[in-house]
């Protein structure tokens, strides 16, 4: 089993910044890829960033130029830098692992954490 832990989130005024951290523990055998999701009330679940194990990135259109993704090996730990924070970002950030076991990636979910945006 793997466990992810996240951290970080909180309330922040628009233009401000957070970071949101995620430990992962248990059977880590061969991650595929880590990621950032999150979830407005009403909306449905959206990968907002994302990092391959070739540190192959991808960001969603919204967050461009605003978050960075980053990895610590070492830690086995995956951060999201969120700066200008918006309003619209808003949301349940969820933190995700595909691990890959005997041929079949697994998604594995943390327990979210809020990011409220409000002045």
């Known amino acids: 089993q793997v466990q992810l832990v996240e951290s970080g989130g909180g309330l922040v005024q628009p233009g401000g910044s957070l970071r949101l951290s995620c430990a992962a523990s248990g059977s880590i055998f061969s991650i595929v890829a880590m990621g950032w999701y999150r979830q407005a009330p009403g909306k449905q679940r959206e990968l907002v960033a994302s990092i391959t194990a070739a540190r192959s990135i991808n960001y969603a259109d919204s967050v461009k130029g605003r978050f960075t993704i980053s990895r610590d090996n070492a830690k086995n730990t995956v951060y999201l830098q969120m700066n200008s924070l918006k309003p619209e970002d808003t949301a349940v950030y969820y933190c995700?692992?595909?691990?890959?076991?005997?041929?079949?990636?697994?998604?594995?979910w943390g327990q979210g954490t809020q990011v409220t945006v409000s002045s």
């Open positions: 995700n692992h595909k691990i890959a076991t005997t041929g079949v990636i697994y998604d594995y």
